[in-house]
């Protein structure tokens, strides 16, 4: 794992560029970035590597986060960008999603850019559970513009071992009401239907719509999907490299009150598009090479 030594709290102002990114403790006292362009605002936990929110200026949140989120070490925050690494879904004996999600993040280095922006390098540091995984580096990169971009790098630094995960860049997203959006990018995709026992169906839709609990993983897919929602006036872009699986999930009602740290009512402001390689999908990295996940997340208005 990566050998890197954190940042102590008092030295990160060294880090800080005035006007562009500020450091302070976020809820539960956890740190936290706040990064401000001339056309949008995001913040960022160390806590997971976790993008909270994200929005350009003067416009809704692109980002959902949950009012009733746990910000505690050890949990994972529910909302925003959470980082599955190394395993999707539940594991027996095991978090959910895998450890990357729940482990305070190694900031690296913070760029203003050029022509408006700031890039964020993050890394994870040494972790007992990983100690049962091939020796590895896990290292992510935040750029904050008038879009949102996101670089997950998963490096095998074993001499001899092949290292197989999974990976998913897990974005919930902000709508203004899940009963009138329609997903497109889909259409001819084989998933699986977690809601009913992993049924495995072909997409024949082109626009799909969330109208009860919904929780598919498609695969073998590496299209931009996008999300029309005319109560806000928009359609958000999700678009990803390095990537081969597409999960689309909303809760519902049900599940969505049995969730502690989810609001009852909440589940009609979100839906989650996540990108990754899960299931037949996973990555297998030869010794010394290396994958990147990208995703890009970006809102214009509806025509």
Same mark, same amino acid.
């Given at each position: ?12 102002k060294?880090?800080? =560029? ?5 450091? /302070?403790?976020? $809820?539960g006292?956890?740190?936290?970035? /706040?990064?401000?362009? @001339?056309?949008?605002e ?14 350009r200026?003067?416009?809704?949140p =692109?980002?959902f986060?949950?009012q009733?989120s746990r910000?505690?070490? #050890? @949990?994972?925050i ?7 690494f190394?395993w ?7 978090p959910s999603?895998?450890?990357a999600?729940?482990q305070?993040?190694? %900031? *690296?280095?913070?760029t203003?850019?050029? !022509? ?9 540091? /040494?972790?007992?559970?990983a !100690? ?11 750029t ?5 971009r ?5 490096? $095998?630094? +074993?001499?001899? @071992? /092949? ?5 998913c ?11 009138? =959006? ?5 259409k #001819?995709?084989?998933? %699986?239907d ?8 072909q997409?024949? *839709?082109?626009?799909?719509? =969330?109208? +009860?609990?919904?929780?598919r993983v498609?695969l073998d ?14 359609r958000l ?9 597409t999960?689309?999930? $909303?809760?519902w009602?049900?599940? !969505? ?11 009609? @402001?979100m839906?989650?598009?996540? +990108?990754?390689n899960?299931?037949? *999908?996973?990555?297998? %990295? ?6 990147? %996940? ?10």
């Amino acid at each position: 794992m990566l050998m890197s030594t954190p940042i102590q709290r008092p030295d990160w102002k060294r880090l800080e =560029i005035p006007g562009r990114v500020d450091f /302070e403790d976020g $809820n539960g006292e956890l740190p936290k970035l /706040e990064v401000t362009t @001339q056309s949008s605002e995001a913040e960022l936990y160390l806590h997971g590597a976790h993008v909270t929110g994200f929005q350009r200026r003067q416009e809704p949140p =692109i980002l959902f986060t949950s009012q009733f989120s746990r910000f505690e070490k #050890g @949990q994972a925050i529910r909302g925003g960008v959470p980082i599955i690494f190394p395993w999707f879904g539940a594991r027996e004996g095991e978090p959910s999603h895998g450890f990357a999600r729940t482990q305070e993040w190694i %900031l *690296n280095e913070v760029t203003a850019l050029p !022509a408006d922006g700031v890039t964020v390098r993050l890394a994870l540091g /040494e972790t007992p559970p990983a !100690a049962t995984w091939p020796p590895f580096t896990l290292n992510y990169v935040v750029t904050v513009t008038e879009v949102l971009r996101l670089e997950l790098i998963v490096t $095998n630094t +074993s001499a001899s @071992q /092949e290292f197989s995960f999974e990976n998913c860049l897990h974005t919930y997203l902000h709508v203004g009401d899940v009963r009138q =959006i329609r997903v497109r990018g889909l259409k #001819g995709t084989s998933y %699986l239907d977690k809601v009913e026992q992993f049924a495995l169906k072909q997409e024949t *839709n082109e626009e799909i719509s =969330i109208t +009860s609990e919904t929780d598919r993983v498609y695969l073998d897919t590496e299209s931009t999907v996008e999300v029309v929602d005319p109560s806000l006036g928009r359609r958000l872009l999700i678009e990803k490299s390095g990537s081969r699986s597409t999960v689309l999930w $909303n809760p519902w009602i049900a599940k !969505a009150q049995q969730m502690p740290d989810f609001g009852g009512e909440e589940y009609l @402001q979100m839906v989650c598009v996540e +990108s990754g390689n899960v299931g037949r *999908n996973r990555v297998v %990295l030869p010794p010394g090479h290396s994958s990147v %996940l990208g995703v890009t997340l970006r809102a214009e208005p509806l025509a």
